[in-house]
């Protein structure tokens, strides 16, 4: 039998684990007050539940009576030529320690005997501390793990968090899940199993390429960035205000759906390049930019009160099939072609919302644009637009459609339009200046 001792402090927490062969070794389940399940103590020591814990929620208390105490577990089965770590972590609670010792007891006969050990006597009531063995087994066997500590009667000892992992197992990686509503969703999909423990093994959403987690109460989706296989994912209807998809670069399909003033206050889209149907109605978002989202086929964005622009200028305006923003605030919406964009997608917007080459240019107090003077208004036919240079005004009825284009003489400063055999209402007069755009209300008696 070959042994190597080690004693460490604790550092650090990881997001990587193996099986531990001590059943509870967390001391996480207690059906007793004076005995973690699965374990066993002294007939006359005093043992009980801490919540001062290493990693966990709970821990073990050993109070020293007379001059030590200890505890063991239930035995387990190593197999032979396996080579094994041993893990325990200790703290003083109370009092004056003098050793405390993490030993594997087996029997090879009528009674057990201890065959590798490693022991402390350093304390510190503020700090974990770590134990740590390593041993290679020579037969297979069933083996427990022992535990004494000494010291002045009536100290007390926190133990926890003992394991024993075959160190050749593949490391099994957990993915943080810090919002219990999430993980909850996932335990009732069958993708995580227990009660909520802040986490989720990476191995049983790796692969997972549909996930629906809508109206499930939650508010942080982080973890998200995990389930790098995902093609479809919808978390409408929960209270989330930011999303972190630059990792789920398969995403073909997207719905987050929410219900206005809730919902998404940002949303970063630009490393999904395969996405082709996207559903965010509802959202808080002020931008939306699809530059980067060649694949897109259908987009539908509605009832979200403070968006006032999108960019789809993204190369690939041909390959959209279906679109839909009604917002009312929405004022620009960046395409490859106008033209294509009036002629084909004009049923998606309303009046208020323009096609534009550059929409970076709109809303500027001071542009030229604040100068241009439009008259009579309301009018009966003809329309003046004085004080500014331009290329086309086109002429948008109330309900988004495009009546009327006008193309302009851009070296005069004073233009005349005709709205004449136009049924009497509200008309939009976009002004078009290169890449920048202006829209003038105008009422046709």
């Known amino acids: ?11 650090s927490l990881s997001t990587f684990a193996q099986t531990n062969l001590v059943t509870n070794g967390d001391f996480e389940d207690w059906s007793s007050s004076s005995q973690p399940d699965n374990w066993f103590r002294f007939f006359s020591g005093f043992v009980s539940q801490s919540t001062t814990a290493q990693n966990g929620s709970s821990s073990t208390k050993l109070k020293i009576t007379g001059s030590t105490n200890f505890i063991n577990s239930k035995t387990f089965a190593v197999q032979a030529n396996k080579t094994y770590r ?52 020579t037969v297979a066997e069933n083996i427990e ?7 002045v009667t009536g100290s007390d000892i926190l133990l926890d968090n003992v394991s024993v992992v075959d160190i050749d197992e593949p490391v099994a990686q957990y993915t943080s899940i ?22 989720v093994s990476t191995a049983n959403i790796a692969s997972l390429t549909g996930l629906n987690i ?8 982080t973890g998200i960035e995990d389930f790098v296989s995902l093609k479809n994912l919808d978390f409408s209807y929960n209270n989330v205000t930011s999303v972190n998809l630059s990792k789920n670069i398969n995403l073909v399909s997207l719905n987050c759906v929410a219900l206005y003033p809730e919902g998404l206050e940002s949303l970063d889209l630009s490393n999904n390049v395969l996405l082709e149907e996207l559903n965010c109605t509802g959202n808080k978002l002020v931008t939306l930019d699809l530059s980067k989202n060649i694949s897109l086929i259908r987009l539908a964005y509605s009832r979200g009160e403070d968006l006032i622009s999108i960019n789809l200028q993204n190369g690939n305006n041909k390959k959209i099939q279906f679109l839909a923003f009604p917002s009312p605030q929405l004022k620009c919406v960046q395409v490859d072609d106008v033209d294509y964009s009036n002629a084909n997608w004009s049923y998606s917007k309303t009046a208020n919302t323009i096609f534009s ?17 439009l008259y009579p208004n309301p009018t009966k036919g003809e329309v003046n637009i004085n004080n500014i240079a331009l290329e086309k005004a086109t002429v948008y009825n109330s309900l988004g459609q495009l009546v009327k284009t006008f193309i302009l003489n851009s070296s005069n400063t004073n ?6 055999g136009l049924p ?14 202006l829209a003038k209300k105008v009422i046709v008696e």
Request: aromatic share 10%; glycine share 6%.
């Open 1 to 11: 039998m070959k042994t190597k001792l080690l004693l460490l402090l604790l550092l």
């Open 86 to 137: 041993v893990t325990m972590y200790h703290r003083v609670a109370s009092g004056t320690l003098s050793s405390v010792e993490l030993s594997l007891y087996h029997q090879p006969n009528t009674f057990k005997e201890k065959f590798t050990q490693i022991s402390d006597i350093t304390f510190s009531s503020s700090q974990w501390r770590k134990l740590e063995l390593v041993y290679t087994s």
């Open 145 to 151: 793990v022992d535990i004494w500590a000494t010291g």
């Open 178 to 199: 810090p919002d219990i509503n999430f993980e909850n969703k996932l335990i009732a999909l069958g993708l995580d199993f227990g009660v909520p423990d802040g986490k």
């Open 214 to 221: 809508s109206q499930s109460s939650i508010n942080d989706l």
């Open 424 to 437: 009497k209402g509200v008309y939009y007069v976009y002004l078009i200046n290169q890449d920048a755009a």
């Open 415 to 420: 233009n005349t339009i005709n709205l004449s």
């Open 357 to 373: 080459l550059n929409c970076n240019t709109l809303g500027i107090e001071d542009s030229v644009f604040d100068k241009a003077v």
